[in-house]
């Protein structure tokens, strides 16, 4: 079956860096995507990872390892608003961009 | 700028009633998405047309149907819908394999 598992809620101060976990057991793989979705807003995109190891962009990087099921989103210099639900995302179904999302952690940042 | 259009953001219908929700698109991607979104839960999947081809999830209720006309405009039609039918649906677009691109989202009542 498909599974994707992160933490429903997480707390962090201003300033500080939080890092929101996903792992995760598919039928298929074609990439890990990290969504971010500011309450009644749409999703928006953060970043991709297809292969092992950390990519970074700007505050934000994210990490995978195919072999464990495991990625993680990190996020420095937290700002309030990067309040929001973060969700992981598991690409399948081929060229087709499929994906199957978890349902979110809720990061709240604190003054 | 390019983007991904819901109209409109805000539906309310009454049981039964027909209700269609549309989606246009400037990005030219070759693939649209519906995705139902209840309070606190994980994005789900409806169907997805890749150029003309549907594809339907095998979990998606008879009541859920789509059009898409050309490559820039995609419908969601809800035939009947029941209390359990409200929720966001978003509808979100990409080329082959790449990140998806969301829209708005319209937020339907069910009364």
Known sequence: GQNIDQPTEMTATEGAIVQINCTYQTSGFNGLFWYQQHAGEAPTFLSYNVLDGLEEKGRFSSFLSRSKGYSYLLLKELQMKDSASYLCAVGYGGSQGNLIFGKGTKLSVKP | ?111
């Open chain 2, 1 to 111: 700028d390019a983007m991904v259009i819901q109209n409109p953001r805000y539906q309310v219908t009454q049981f039964g009633k027909p209700v269609t929700l549309s989606c246009s698109q400037t990005l030219n991607h070759n693939v649209m998405y519906w995705y139902q979104q209840k309070s606190s839960q994980a994005p789900k999947l409806l169907f997805h047309y890749y150029d003309k081809d549907f594809n339907n999830e095998a979990d998606t209720p008879d009541n859920f149907q789509s059009r898409r006309p050309n490559t820039s405009f995609c419908f969601l039609d809800i035939r009947s819908p029941g209390l359990g039918d409200a929720a966001m649906y978003l509808c979100a677009t990409s080329t082959t394999g790449h990140e998806q691109f969301f829209g708005p989202g319209t937020r339907l009542t069910v009364l």
